[in-house]
């Protein structure tokens, strides 16, 4: 896969913050309806689950992000960040 129009962020993160935002709305929320539909998630009977996770597509979600790569070997940022 050959990245187009990629533009170097003033930030220096690893990843465009506002695009993580989207990609963590988008895998969040797919994992809470697997959940639902698994019933390991047990929510009020009269919510309608689709009415409920909607309109959280269409918000703006925030991720916390922090530039700790200022005076750092950028490689054990990255290394740090990995848990097993």
Do not use: C
Request: net charge positive; aromatic share 12%.
């Amino acid at each position: 896969m050959i990245w187009k129009n990629a533009v170097r962020n003033k930030d220096d993160f690893l990843f465009p913050v506002k695009a993580m935002a989207i990609v963590f709305r988008a895998k969040y929320l797919h994992g809470l309806k697997k959940l639902i539909a698994n019933q390991d998630v047990t929510v009020p009977f009269h919510l309608d689950i689709q009415e409920f996770i909607s309109p959280l597509y269409s918000k703006d979600w925030v991720v916390y992000a922090k530039n700790r790569s200022v005076g750092l070997n950028k490689s054990s940022n990255i290394s740090e960040g990995i848990h097993t």
